[in-house]
């Protein structure tokens, strides 16, 4: 499956993917915003970004990480922030294969744990990451603080 790191020329279609999953996480569609807030990520490379790309050069989904470290684990870790496949290229894999190159990148990279936060109610995700052998965290309660 084609995955590969995305580059600053893919800051449109990905706009297009980042709006579509802030749309599917219920909020109203800011193309604009989504093109801004991609494009600083793509300029200051503080996140691990890699995309599904067609045949046709076509991009149908991306998967986001960001660094952090674990005082805890004396560690580097990652925190995979966003998986999102176009609704048209969903059922072929493409999900997984993301998850996969994200894990096996952080496997490169000397990072020893991944993690990340899916909707209580989205059960395709989940049934996705558990077949990836991810577990459900059941040592800690996690909190949100908004500050804005």
Do not use: K
């Amino acid at each position: 499956m084609p995955i590969r790191h995305a580059r600053c020329h893919d800051r449109e279609p990905l706009a297009s993917l980042l709006d579509g999953y802030r749309v599917f996480y219920g909020r109203a569609s800011a193309p604009d915003a989504a093109r801004h807030f991609i494009g600083r990520r793509l300029e200051q490379g503080d996140s691990h970004l890699l995309v599904h790309e067609e045949d046709d050069a076509t991009l149908t989904g991306f998967v986001q990480c960001y660094p952090l470290f674990s005082t805890v684990r004396l560690a580097r870790q990652w925190r995979l922030n966003d998986l999102f496949v176009a609704p048209s290229a969903r059922g072929r894999g493409v999900g997984r294969a993301l998850m996969r190159a994200a894990a096996e990148l952080a496997r490169a990279e000397g990072v020893h744990h991944l993690a990340l936060a899916t909707g209580i109610d989205n059960r395709t995700a989940q049934a996705l990451y558990e077949s990836e052998g991810w577990r459900r965290d059941e040592a800690f309660h996690h909190y949100a603080l908004t500050l804005g």
